[in-house]
Structure formats: structure tokens, C-alpha cells
């Protein structure tokens, strides 16, 4: 049951669909879900990509999930679809136009607004933990996820060692997280000898980030189960990128605004607008960084900075 406008609707199932395919996709999707929740509703997650399925084991007081090619709506159940939203069909977040007509596009904001014309109202603030397995051995690990899906979320990899340098020599272990096999900046870091925790499913990434110290991360969706779990996190992000989070276990690091030489023309078509659909095109442009890594926009983040947010976050937990 779900109040709207001072008028009571009952459903029999709400179904919820994420913003996007992705696992951060689901990560940022949750405090739809766990709104719902709270209000009694009896909650299925609707599951975009193999990235999300069997997340919903996780998640405290839903009811189960589904994948979105065999949902059957029953007359009594709804669907709150992220996508299908005029925010979502209408607009490219990377456009000019739609930082005039929206402001600086940002994943949260983009959400409690499309939330808030379902008559949801969803807080940031107030992230519910999901389940996970507690793994002694982490206690006094931090992991560096130093990779994602291009290079213009590069930190170099002599910053990431100077920091593990240093953190060794406070007795505090560090260790990588991602997929080795995919990753140029994971295999460097490898090869100088850090680490490599294997985490073959998702279930596994939130268990090994669930039980770590802190979390150093480039944007991507180990750094949103970071955010989601209560972990102290530190994440590297471009200045344009969307993805900022608000939560006061984040600290957003943010790079220098890219060179023009990165700049692609918008080569975005009417038919790329996001959708309802899985098969559409993405929004943004992901080709690496034309700029040697000492330059890009990454590197305007010094190991210095991030050495010193560390310890103040340790001292803070120690008096806590």
C-alpha cells in the first residue's frame, strides 16, 4: 500500500526496475527499493543484466526477483521502471541542453526526481546495508579497485603504488580488487607485487569490500557497493562524470575537467535516447584518454591527498 497525493493505492506487487543495466546501476537503484520496503510494500527487483541477478538475496525485506524479459505484470501489480522516464527518453545527461534545463547532471538527484513522480521518496543519506559474510581476514585490508571500463577513470599506477608504499609502512595491508584479465592497470599493480583478490561474482565483491578497512576506487560498481555497505570510501572521479554520491562515508576526489583534445563531437542520434529497452546504445562517450597518464585528468589527484584523507578517516573511526 502506497500513499499518493493523500490518495491510498493498493498494490498486490511492486516490481523495480534500475536505472541501467550496470551493477552501480543497481547499487544507486537500492534506495528506491528499500523506500518501498520501509512502506510495507511487497518488493521485487526486476534484473537488467546478468550484472544484477541474484543481488535480490541480499537485499533485507524484498520479496525476490525477476528478469526483465519474463516479467508479467498481474492487474493488481505495477511497475516502477527507472527508464521510462522523460528524464530518461527525452535527454542526453552529457548534452549542454539538458545541464540548462536540469543543472549539473547528478545520479542522485536524477533519480529522487524520477522516484519523486512515482510518489517515492527516497534518502541518500540513509543507505540500508545488504547481508553479507563476515571475512576476518579483511579487517585491516584496504582495497585499491584501480580499473574500470576505460581509461578516462585512470589513476596512474605510481600513485597507487606510492600509497600502498606508505600504508605498508603503517602496518596496514592493501590488496586489488577487479578482473585481472580485463584490466592493463590491475595487471601493473599485479605485477609490482600488491595483492589480487579474486571476487568471481558479485555476491563475493560484497563480502571482501563488507569486512575491508577502506576502500580506494576508481568510479565503477565496487565503488558503489563500498558507498551502499557503510565502508569508508575514497573515489576518483572526473569533474563531468555523474556518478558523484552524497553518503558521509564517501569522499569524492575529483580530477582536473578534461583536455579538449578528449572531447568528442556529440555524436549522440535521436534513436540512442535511453529507453525501456536493454539494447540500447550508451550515452556516454568512453574512449580512453588521449593524454600521456602524468597528464590526464586523474593525475591532478596526488597520493598525498588521498594518504592524508586515509588517516583522517581511521582516526575518526578509532573515536567513534
Not at 521502471?81 to 527525452?90: I, K, V
Not at 585491516?140 to 603504488?161: E, M, Q, R
Amino acid at each position: 500500500m502506497l500513499s499518493l497525493f493523500n490518495e491510498t493505492v493498493t498494490f498486490l506487487s511492486t516490481f523495480v526496475a534500475p536505472i541501467d543495466v550496470g551493477m552501480g546501476d543497481l547499487f544507486i537503484s537500492l534506495p528506491v527499493i528499500q523506500a518501498l520496503i520501509d512502506a510495507g510494500e511487497e518488493v521485487y527487483l526486476v534484473t537488467r543484466s546478468f550484472r544484477q541477478n541474484t543481488l535480490s538475496n541480499r537485499i533485507i525485506g524484498i520479496k525476490g526477483e525477476i528478469a526483465e524479459a519474463d516479467l508479467d505484470l498481474g492487474p493488481h501489480d505495477r511497475l516502477i521502471n527507472l527508464r521510462a522516464h522523460r528524464l530518461q527518453t527525452d535527454h542526453n545527461w552529457a548534452s549542454p541542453d539538458f545541464e540548462q534545463f536540469f543543472g549539473m547532471p547528478r545520479i542522485e538527484k536524477i533519480i529522487e526526481k524520477i522516484a519523486t513522480d512515482f510518489g517515492i521518496v527516497v534518502d541518500y543519506q540513509r543507505l540500508t546495508r545488504l547481508e553479507f559474510k563476515p571475512i576476518s581476514s579483511m579487517q585491516n585490508t584496504i582495497l585499491f579497485v584501480p580499473a574500470s571500463d576505460g581509461f578516462y577513470k585512470h589513476w596512474p599506477t605510481a600513485n597507487w603504488l606510492a600509497i600502498a608504499s606508505a600504508l605498508k609502512s603503517a602496518g596496514i595491508k592493501t590488496a586489488v580488487l577487479g578482473e585481472a584479465n580485463h584490466s592493463k592497470a590491475l595487471e601493473e599493480l599485479v605485477a609490482a607485487g600488491l595483492e589480487w583478490i579474486p571476487t568471481a561474482t558479485t555476491d563475493d565483491a560484497i563480502d571482501v569490500i563488507s569486512n575491508c578497512l577502506a576502500l580506494v576506487s576508481v568510479d565503477t560498481g565496487l565503488m558503489h557497493i563500498g558507498v551502499q555497505q557503510g565502508v569508508q570510501t575514497i573515489a576518483f572521479i572526473n569533474p563531468r562524470n555523474i556518478h558523484h554520491r552524497s553518503a558521509t562515508n564517501c569522499t569524492i576526489f575529483e580530477g582536473n575537467a578534461c583536455s579538449t583534445e578528449c572531447r568528442p563531437p556529440n555524436v549522440l542520434k535521436p534513436d540512442h535516447a535511453a529507453t525501456n529497452k536493454l539494447n540500447v546504445e550508451l550515452k556516454f562517450n568512453r574512449e580512453y584518454c588521449k593524454l600521456p597518464p602524468a597528464e590526464n585528468c586523474m593525475a591532478a589527484i596526488t597520493p598525498h591527498m588521498v594518504l592524508e584523507k586515509i588517516r583522517e578517516n581511521l582516526l575518526q573511526s578509532k573515536t567513534e
